[in-house]
């Protein structure tokens, strides 16, 4: 049982590696739906079928999706990508905001009870899934949601700056 | 029952579903070219065989025999697997579908579901999902530029409906309180056809917006925008010949089955029959006739509707679907909740769902098609 969940470890952590150092964004994107996808196997394997095909649908169907999406539309030559920092502060806060973001997740899984299921196979119903996100946990994912529409509206901030001209009217 | 019989069976199950399914699809198309061509007031096939009823036969051995062509400037790997992810993606999500009253013979598992999944309306739509890559795969690896577009477009059509699709079975999930397709085709048969989704669960509107999500997800016309014969000259299947290109033509029809035998599951009772009496037709046949009565829908609004351009397209999922969709939600909430009303308010509890149904639809429509008067003929009689 732990060849199968190392060999799935091993797919994750290796595509998303690959993913990070291949020059070729198309490459780099299939490899990061490949990553995803090996997260939604890493479910299957610990029994939650829910959970593992809401991640299909949503990280492999929609949001790689919009990710090869705007890939197909920007630029695609591996030449005209800069991948060096513009500056040492700016390379220096990219590895501390890295840092601290890890820091976090890692005081959160480690500080986290994580229950051991005394049966074979756990008997949570998608039912049971709903209650609990919706009622303990309603705050938690009120948050997640404000936190998706603020990265949302920025990113349309950001790609949408240095469309309009200066006077701030959209050219017929 | 062991692994071993386990396996034999499912290996059985999915060899029979695979070639009565590749039938069908042989067999669909040659209905719509013929439902096609009486509606244009001309034939249709008919040379081949009576009826034209060899045809299929015969297109299936020409894309066999057609000489297989890669250009030279295309990216191979993903050229060749496109094709092979489209189609497995349709045929992956026909599995859990249920066609059959559960029927079991010498100890066999379910007979007439090859896979009884507790989230099999989740694994259809992240299967659905998963099939755009074929397209979207196809059209990059393609190297050329009315590929790539048809890819572009083809990928924002199917991530704006899914969002439409997705929300309208959420009123159906709240009615049934599982995702399990079995379990969901039985809750719907209490009381024959009354009960059916459609008419029973106030789902009446959730249905239609499905089957409009569908006929996109599927890019069949009014949708077929990604493959625009006038504009992009077949988009992403431009650059595929032969049998690669038939892969892709049969992965459009096995998506149409598949989101068809969804509609038929989750709305129209499943294998169910519609009334008592009419049991004794085996559960099999009605759900093949009613994944035929969608079918034929499917052909008969290509042969209607005239094609959309890509800002109506968004429009309409963006701006009336969605909204729709998330109304109906409430609708499908209000009337669960309010299951227990009885004497004098069962009049207002029909009203209150019947007026949240309707006064969406009109108050977004109107508003929606404001401006868009009645078309003015200047030059032409009409």
Redesign the interface.
């Known amino acids: 049982m732990n060849a199968v969940l190392a060999a799935i470890a091993l797919l994750v952590l290796g595509s998303a590696a690959a993913a990070l150092a291949l020059r070729n964004l198309?490459h780099s994107a299939l490899l990061l739906?490949l990553s995803w996808l090996g997260i939604a196997l890493f479910f299957l394997w610990a029994d939650a079928?829910?959970a593992a095909?809401?991640q299909?649908?949503v990280y492999?169907?929609?949001v790689s999706?919009?990710v090869?999406?705007a890939v197909?539309?920007t630029r695609q030559s591996r030449a005209d990508l800069s991948v060096t920092a513009q500056s040492r502060g700016r390379a220096a806060a990219g590895v501390g905001a890295a840092l601290a973001v890890a820091a976090v997740l890692a005081f959160a899984v480690l500080r986290t009870p994580l229950p051991v299921p005394s049966g074979l196979r756990s008997a949570v119903?998608?039912?049971q899934l709903g209650g609990e996100l919706m009622g303990p946990h309603a705050g938690a994912l009120l948050l997640v949601g404000v936190l998706l529409t603020v990265t949302l509206l920025g990113a349309v901030t950001i790609a949408g700056a240095g469309r309009l001209p200066p006077d701030g009217k959209d050219q017929p | 029952m062991t692994i071993l019989q386990f396996f034999l069976w499912s290996l059985l199950k999915v060899a029979v579903v695979t070639v009565v399914m590749l039938l069908a699809v042989a067999y669909t198309v040659l209905l719509e070219r013929k439902l096609v061509g009486r509606i244009q007031n001309r034939w249709g096939p008919s040379r081949v065989g009576p009826f034209g009823l060899l045809q299929p036969l015969v297109d299936g051995a020409k894309s066999f025999l057609k000489e297989d062509i890669i250009p030279t400037g295309v990216y191979r790997p993903l050229y060749l697997i496109a094709p092979i992810i489209a189609l497995g993606c349709a045929l992956i999500s026909i599995a859990v579908v249920p066609f059959g009253e559960p029927v079991s013979i010498a100890g066999s598992p379910h007979l007439f579901q090859i896979s009884d999944v507790n989230i099999g309306l989740l694994v259809v739509l992240g299967v659905t999902s998963i099939g755009v890559y074929g397209i979207a795969l196809a059209g990059w690896s393609s190297n050329n530029k009315y590929s790539l577009l048809g890819a572009l477009r083809s990928s924002a059509q199917l991530v704006s409906y899914e969002l439409a699709l997705g929300l309208s079975l959420v009123g159906v999930v709240l009615r049934a309180g599982t995702l399990n397709l079995r379990l969901i085709v039985e809750q719907q048969s209490t009381q024959g056809m009354l009960t059916w989704n459609l008419f029973g669960g106030g789902q009446f509107v959730a249905f239609f917006i499905y089957l409009m999500a569908a006929y996109a997800e599927t890019n069949r016309s009014p949708f077929d925008l990604p493959e625009a014969e006038s504009e992009l000259i077949a988009g992403h299947l431009t650059e595929y010949s032969g049998f690669k290109y038939a892969l892709f033509f049969m992965a459009e029809y096995f998506g149409m089955c598949a989101l068809s035998g969804m509609a038929v599951t989750l709305f129209l009772g499943g294998w169910q029959a519609p009334c008592a009496f009419l049991e004794v037709v085996p559960s099999y046949v009605w759900f093949a006739l009613k994944l035929l009565g969608l079918l034929l829908g499917f052909i008969w609004i290509r042969a209607t509707l005239p094609r959309l351009r890509i800002d109506q397209l968004t429009r309409l999922a963006w701006k009336f679907l969605v909204p729709l969709a998330l109304i109906n939600l409430g609708t499908a909430g209000f009337w669960i909740r309010s299951a227990g009303w009885a004497g004098p308010l069962q009049p207002l509890r029909w009203a209150v769902a019947l007026a949240l149904v309707a006064l969406p639809f009109l108050l977004i429509g109107r508003k929606l098609t404001a401006g868009i008067g009645p078309r003015i003929y200047r030059y032409a009689a009409p």
């Open positions: 198309i739906i079928e829910f095909f809401a299909v649908l492999v169907g929609a999706m919009v090869l999406f197909l539309l119903t998608v039912r």
